[in-house]
């Protein structure tokens, strides 16, 4: 008997609990159904909104939801691409977009548009990718950038502090490895030479190093036919018709054989920045194989390998 009342008094404040328990879950649940309403669209601050857009990469911008706005590209634009059914209109006229967002008339007002709308511009070789807030603010102009900013600001970082010989060396190395940074602008082109006799010599491509004045061009050196082996040095590469300015020469093998190929770089100095000094000695050449800088040991690795036994092989 007193272990049953002992019982009851322990379970009474569990079971008052469960009870008031049960009671709040279906306050909470009855509370829960009811409808919560959305806030009003979130404009970012006003200091995020850029007038000037680089390349792909999406771009939140504002434009004026009662005025004209322009977008202007320093290249031709191609063409300009948006949601109509969000009452947005684009008329190209050469170099410039001129963007209109729909205004409404309801009753006695107007009601203009508040919903963000995306825009894509090709200009040039570019797409340009934007979502345009509109507000009632005047009409806003809106350029486009080449990108080539951002890759001068890049390599001036990357070069920062670095003698005038050690840039050469450095770019030299980078594409003699395939490690290439995405600030460099390579174009891929084949141009071939017939100013030597033994050998023939073809451009494969140029790396520019905007920001620095500097210019690499890679060509192909291989033996014409009937020329059993030649041995070449970078003297015999100072040419105008390689390099209007050439400040460097490296060569990847200087002794040719039947069948061989050599990789040849060039590395002219552009005329924005032929006010720097040349380099010290009779002759503008560069050979990475003797740099105290060692390349990461990754992409590129089996060319640094070679690069550096390929002077005991030219001896043979």
Request: charge should be positive.
């Amino acid at each position: 008997m007193h272990k049953v009342a002992f019982l009851v008094a322990v379970m009474a404040p569990m079971m008052a609990f469960a009870a008031d328990h049960g009671k709040t879950e279906q306050t909470i649940k009855q509370r829960s159904v009811a409808p919560v309403e959305k806030p009003a669209e979130q404009f970012p601050p006003e200091g995020e909104f850029p007038v000037v857009v680089p390349p792909e990469v999406t771009t939140t911008i504002r434009l004026s939801s009662s005025d004209l706005n322009r977008i202007s590209c320093p290249a031709e634009i191609k063409e300009a691409l948006t949601s109509t059914e969000k009452g947005v209109t684009i008329k190209i006229t050469g170099k410039d977009a001129f963007v209109k967002f729909k205004v409404t008339k309801r009753g006695d007002k107007m009601v203009y548009s508040s919903t963000p709308t995306e825009v894509y511009v090709v200009c040039g070789d570019e797409t340009y990718s934007m979502i345009a807030f509109p507000q009632r603010i005047p009409s806003q102009t809106i350029r486009l950038s080449s990108g080539k900013e951002k890759k001068i600001k890049e390599n001036i970082s990357l070069y920062s502090g670095l003698p005038f010989e050690k840039k050469l060396l450095k770019v030299i190395r980078e594409v003699f490895t395939e490690q290439i940074p995405d600030s460099y602008t390579v174009t891929r082109e084949v141009k071939r030479f017939d100013a030597y006799k033994e050998i023939r010599v073809t451009l494969r491509r140029t790396v520019d190093i905007e920001g620095e004045g500097l210019r690499v061009k890679e060509y192909e050196v291989a033996l014409k036919e009937g020329i059993p082996q030649f041995k070449m040095n970078e003297k015999m590469f100072i040419r105008t018709e390689l390099a209007e300015n050439p400040v460097a020469v490296s060569l990847e093998r200087h002794l040719l054989r039947g069948g061989d190929t050599s990789r040849l770089f060039v590395v002219e100095q552009r005329a924005a920045r032929q006010g720097m000094k040349r380099l010290d000695g009779e002759l503008p050449v560069m050979d990475p194989r003797h740099s105290e800088a060692h390349p990461p040991q990754k992409k590129g690795q089996e060319h640094e390998a070679g690069f550096k036994g390929q002077e005991a092989d030219d001896e043979k």
